[in-house]
């Protein structure tokens, strides 16, 4: 069975629909991109603490930590850091 013939007419412009952007829903903004700490900074942090956790002065599993954390604003800076074991930063988690 043959299709029947169909004529195609240009469609009509239409106007713009108005949309409600208050239902819309929010894009979360993306947390800034953390950088790497400089070695010298770290030289610096390490040399100040003596290479010890500052909470329980061990010497295991050493790692920098920022007293403001990172996500709440916190740098890289030599005052803004501190060295700590990895279960005494675990421990303070993200507060100040």
Do not use: Y
Not at 56 to 84: A, M, W, Y
């Amino acid at each position: 069975m043959p299709l029947p013939e169909v004529k195609l007419q240009p469609a009509e412009p239409q106007a713009p629909v108005p949309v409600d952007v208050s239902r819309m829903p929010t894009v979360k903004e993306q947390p800034a991109r953390r950088e790497a700490i400089p070695r010298a900074v770290q030289r610096e942090v390490w040399q100040r603490d003596g290479g010890l956790c500052v909470e329980c002065c061990t010497k295991e599993k050493l790692c920098f930590d920022h007293i403001v954390p990172f996500s709440r604003g916190g740098s890289n800076t030599v005052r803004n850091l501190q060295l700590l074991c990895e279960r005494c930063n675990l421990s303070k988690g993200n507060r100040i």
